[in-house]
Structures are given as C-alpha cells and as structure tokens.
C-alpha cells in the first residue's frame, strides 16, 4: 500500500511559478518500481495526465504545459516534484499525484491516468489573470 501526499498548491497570478511535491510512503523501499506522474482536473472537466515519468526515466508532459512545465522526482526522499512556471489560467484545477507499481520493466511514459492504483487526496492551484 502506498500513501501520497500532495503541497504546494494555491493562489498564483498569470506568469507565476509554483512547485508542487507529491510524498509517498508505504512501499517506501521500492519507490524506484513505481512510474509515477501528476494529473489535474478543472471545474466541468475530465482529469487529464500532465506529466508522468516511468522507471527507467522516460518521461512525457502535455502538450499544453509543454515548455513551462517539469516533471522530477527524488527517489531517495520519495517525492514527486512539479515545477510550473509561466501560469496561465487554464492551469487552474485540482492537481493531483499518483502511483502505479511495482513496475520490473521499462516501458514508455504514458500520458493517461488508466492503470494507476495509488492517487493523493490533491492540491488545488488557481490562476489569476
């Protein structure tokens, strides 16, 4: 079992940066055997996949954060990181992290949220214009 724990959220205005983190814990000790990404969803939408990072460290972001948007992760801290710059604010919702595992093989980051068993409770961003 493995918990999530999302921060960093809040209030930004366009132009903005802002780092989310994304703690696991649980199966701690094989935090490496998870692919591992943020997902977001806004008010009226379907959630959607930012950015994932599978084992081996193939990584893929969204085409609409593409550029302003970095996917990271410590695995000896167990966390995620999100590093979000240039806000706009069609980047409001609420952001949330997530975990699939245990993974053996590397494979292609996917950008869906179709397979992950492990989600946080999430962190809302709001973009001001």
């Known amino acids: 079992q493995v918990r999530l724990v999302e921060s960093g959220g809040g209030s930004e205005q366009a132009g903005g940066s802002l780092r989310l983190s994304c703690v696991a814990s649980?199966?701690?000790?094989?935090?490496?055997?998870?692919?591992v990404g943020w997902f977001r969803q806004a008010p009226g939408k379907e959630r959607e996949a930012v950015a994932v990072?599978?084992?081996?460290?193939?990584?893929s972001v969204a085409d609409s954060v593409k550029g302003r948007f970095t996917i990271s992760k410590d695995v000896d801290k167990n966390t995620l990181y999100l590093q979000m710059d240039s806000l706009k604010p069609d980047d409001t919702g609420m952001y949330s992290c997530?975990?699939?595992?245990?993974?053996?093989?590397?494979?292609?980051?996917?950008?869906?949220?179709?397979?992950?068993?492990?989600w946080g409770q999430g962190t809302q961003v709001t973009v001001s214009s």
């Open positions: 997530a975990a699939r595992g245990r993974v053996y093989n590397c494979g292609r980051a996917e950008l869906t949220p179709n397979g992950y068993q492990y």
């Open positions: 649980g199966d701690t000790g094989n935090y490496h055997r998870y692919n």
């Open positions: 990072i599978e084992i081996c460290g193939d990584t």
